[in-house]
Each structure stands twice: as structure tokens, then as C-alpha cells.
């Protein structure tokens, strides 16, 4: 099975559906010029890789739940993993 960063996307969607938070999405700037967004997990890529990145409502930085990043199958691995261990 290949995957694609769509199918990342949509695990990180239902990650964040369990956790009760809305998907991250930029809602607007502050005058400083930095994103205001919503709680909750995202994707972050580069290098040609991707991690889980979790960011607090109006922070301007995140902290990373993966270690580095890794290739698409990896991390898709990864975040199955963890939604497998909320669900126990």
C-alpha cells in the first residue's frame, strides 16, 4: 500500500476527533504577523519526511510527539500506534 500525504492527513484528522480538539487550522494573524490557530495535532514536513506536531491554542511554536522525520509509511505507522493506545 502506498502512502500518500492525504492518508497522513486523515489519521491526524481522527486523532484529533479523539482527543476532542478541532482540526488545526489557521484562523487569522496577530498584528506581529503570527498565525493564530486552533489546538491540536498536525503535520509537519521536511527534507522529504513528516512528523506529528502537537500546538497549544495561539503558541507560536509546537512540540514534536515524533522524533524526527520519517518516511510517510513510518509515521502513518506511528499515529495507527497511538490511536491503538487511546482505544485500549
Known sequence: MVITKA???????????AKKYKPTRSIGRYK????????GFHLQGAYGGYKLVFSNKDSSGGKDI???????KEL?????????????
Open 32 to 39: 506581529n504577523g503570527k498565525f493564530k490557530s486552533d489546538k
Open 7 to 17: 492518508n497522513l492527513e486523515s489519521l491526524v484528522k481522527r486523532l484529533n476527533v
Open 66 to 72: 515524533t522524533r524526527g522525520y520519517s518516511s510517510k
Open 76 to 88: 502513518y505507522e506511528k499515529i495507527q500506534s497511538i490511536l491503538t493506545g487511546m482505544s485500549l
